[in-house]
């Protein structure tokens, strides 16, 4: 096999599918590229036997061929080599040599027939939407995901897609974020998508009106953006009735501007630590939201007037972290926050409607029973 490519062009597609690839994998090919010379293309594939990302493009084919090589160091032989048009060929040593004008690399191929073959998904078209509405779905509910794999259904986050409408929901036990868009899908599928599948896709989507494509059924998800193809396989499970959650009624609803709402939080959140984790005493009325906080680093006392409030008057416990996702990641100016009382789950809402949704738990003083 011998190739030559565009230095940048390969940089970044050796960079693309290396976000599938782990430096400890159980069986050593898998830290490496397959690639896969013919024609006037180069493919390569990136695999650690739940997600592979794969790509083709454009290169000089002087002899057909596949080989498998380290991810590490290709990547880093690439990246760092001059400009120009990188030449790799494979020698009768089993060695590939890597060049690109006077500079030149030897390092060993491992054999293309060890590495394990994608499996054939059999996904089946669910809808095609846009990069930036995809980009903004995830990132409005990816931080609420599960970390811990007590329940790995909540490792991943739900998509309830429907004819019309894509759903996604992420929880983590102490919080739940839901989206909802309008959209046009041709089936009627709810799957659970690794939150590690879904953050590689967020590094390869394209630019804001570029298509991303979805592909599903019930083990597979395969999304194609980019150039690139994602194939991940689904997790298995049951995931909360989410739904069932959400309090229907509410004492207290709070219009607050999340500007000044995060700062308020942040200067609190200054004597709080990951061994001091107090939680914010957070009073909501109508002249003031006040905002106190108490660890062995000290005390504070910060207020700002609410937008509007309507209700009763209620002191409640959070964690900093839980409210500071939910304002930093909702991308509006002003969120409604409806409160059934001071043990009740606490939902924020945009200030209309409810495509955006984020459900908190309070945090039980230690006073109290």
Known sequence: MTFECEKSLLASAIEGVSRAITNRAAIPVLEGIYLKAEGFQLTLTGYDMEMGITTTIECNVLIAGETVLDARLLGSMVSRMPGGDVRIELTDEGQAKISCGVAEFEIPAMMPSDYPALPNPGAENTMTIPCSMMREMIEKTIYAVSTEDKKPAHTGELFVIEPGSLTIVALDGYRLAIIQRDVTCTRDIRIIIPA?????????????????????NRRYVVFTTNGYTIMSRLIEGDFLNYE????????????????????TIERASLIITERLKNPLR????????????????????????????????VEIGFNNRYMLDALRNCRCEKMRIEINGPLSPVLLLPVEGHDFTYLVLPVRFKNEG
């Open 244 to 263: 069932s959650v959400i309090p229907k009624e509410k004492h207290t609803t709070v219009v607050v501007d999340c500007r000044r709402f995060i700062d």
């Open 282 to 313: 957070i009073t909501f009325s109508p002249e003031t939201v006040t905002v106190r906080c108490q660890t062995n680093l000290g005390k504070v006392v910060d207020e700002f007037p609410p937008e509007s409030f309507e209700g009763d008057v």
């Open 196 to 216: 590690k599948t879904l953050q590689e896709l967020l590094k390869i989507l394209g630019g804001p009106d570029d298509p991303v494509k979805i592909d599903a």
